[in-house]
């Protein structure tokens, strides 16, 4: 908790444009530990495609321009490309695709503390719950595969890009089977604070095993006229200097 608080003071520090007495309104949160749900997923895929493979090639274009009044007869290298059908099967293994399973904190916020340790992992006690709030699940474990199928698509495509080769490659059509599907649902540790400045709540996430913070945060109108103001002040400072030589 100690570590994490200091990450999180730092956090604030960090932050332009950021209202002067943000830290004192942060500070009355007070940090809070909460486990939130997530799923683990391992599988192989076999992905049956079509598509396109493009080859890139140059052409020599004659084209008329003007110089110094004339008219006068130019060439250029044109890049053009070549497209022929492809099509095939690719392979790919994947290993702890992360699925959040808590729809209570905010999502965007939660993607921002990746990477988790999940290298880790270690088998559930009770005794790990003292002193934090733990969540249920609101993802089930089939929507939860579901989204990963999601997370694991632009690798597929990436291998069946690579499978087809050339310059360019389009794909047509993807049929992918899912096979050895193992799973693991999780609870990872994140300290969360909350605090309400100026009527509006705002949340601080932080990855308790990794120190990564992120949220949501305030700016403050006063700095960021002031740094606006300072811009243009400078920027017509230097024309006049310009001006003047």
């Known amino acids: ?10 956090w604030l520090g960090s932050l332009w444009f950021a209202p002067s007495d943000l830290k004192t309104f942060a500070s009355r949160g007070g940090l809070k530990g909460v486990y939130t ?19 890139d090639y140059w052409t020599t274009q004659s084209y008329t321009t003007t110089i110094n009044g004339k008219s006068v007869r130019q060439t250029r290298q044109v890049k ?34 990746r990477p988790w ?10 005794e790990f719950l003292a002193g934090y709030v733990a ?9 939860g595969f579901e989204v990963a199928k999601g997370l ?6 990436s291998t069946i ?11 047509n059509s993807v049929r992918t089977d899912y096979f050895d599907i193992k799973y693991k649902h999780l609870l990872l540790p994140v ?40 811009g243009l002040i400078t920027l017509g400072v230097i024309i006049l200097l310009v001006s003047q030589r």
């Open 152 to 157: 694991m698509d632009p690798n597929i495509r």
């Open 161 to 171: 890009c690579r499978d087809i080769g050339g310059d360019q490659q389009r794909i």
């Open 80 to 113: 053009r490309t070549r497209w022929s059908s492809a099509s095939g099967r690719v392979s790919n293994t994947f290993d702890d695709v992360l699925v959040m399973a808590s729809k209570s904190l905010p999502a965007e916020t939660i993607e921002h503390l």
């Open 37 to 55: 749900p997530a799923w683990t997923y391992d599988c192989g895929t076999k992905s049956a495609y079509s598509g396109q493979r493009g080859d």
């Open 135 to 143: 969540e249920n699940y609101q993802v089930d474990l089939g929507s």
């Open 117 to 126: 340790d999940l290298q880790s992992l270690t088998v559930y006690r009770d």
């Open 1 to 10: 908790p100690a570590q994490s608080a200091d990450s999180y003071k730092r």
């Open 191 to 230: 300290y969360l604070s909350s605090y309400r400045y100026r009527n509006k709540l705002f949340q601080f996430l932080i990855n308790a095993r990794t120190g990564e913070v992120a949220g949501e945060r305030p700016y403050s109108r006063w700095k960021i006229a002031f740094a606006v103001l300072a």
